[in-house]
C-alpha cells in the first residue's frame, strides 16, 4: 500500500480504500478528493449526490470537519476487466460499500463512482 503522507498515486485499484480511509484519518482532504476523477460521481445515500471535483472536495473537508472516521471493514478482491475495476469493501456494520475505478494513462487508478452503501 502507498504512504498516504506522500500523496503517492493508487498503483492497484486496492489501493484506493485503504488509500481513502488513511487520509481521511489524517484530516487530507487534497490527498481524499486526489482518489477520484475530475467527473466523478459520490452517492453519499439519501438521495445528496456529489458530482464533480470541486464538489468532492467540498464534501471531503465536510466528514473531515465533523470529526467521523471512516470504519476499517473486509476489503474484497477487486474485480478487473481491462481498464475498469469493481472495489468493494464490508463494512463493521454490516454495509457494503461499492466503487468503479478506472485505470489511467500513467497506470494509476482513481474512482468514478462511488456509493458508500448498497445494503
Request: glycine share 10%; with cysteine.
Amino acid at each position: 500500500m502507498n504512504d498516504p503522507a506522500e500523496g503517492k498515486p493508487a498503483r492497484d485499484p486496492q489501493d484506493l480504500e485503504p488509500l481513502l480511509i488513511s487520509r481521511q484519518h489524517a484530516g487530507d482532504v487534497d490527498g481524499m478528493t486526489a482518489l477520484f476523477e475530475p467527473d466523478a460521481v459520490i452517492d453519499c445515500g439519501g438521495g445528496r449526490f456529489v458530482r464533480g471535483r470541486e464538489a468532492i472536495r467540498d464534501y471531503c473537508a465536510e466528514i473531515v470537519k465533523s470529526g467521523r472516521k471512516f470504519a476499517v471493514g473486509e476489503q474484497r478482491p477487486a474485480l478487473i476487466c481491462g481498464d475498469v475495476a469493481l472495489t468493494s469493501t464490508r463494512l463493521p456494520d454490516g454495509d457494503v460499500t461499492s466503487e468503479v475505478a478506472r485505470r489511467q494513462p500513467d497506470g494509476s487508478w482513481l474512482w468514478v463512482i462511488d456509493r458508500y452503501s448498497v445494503g
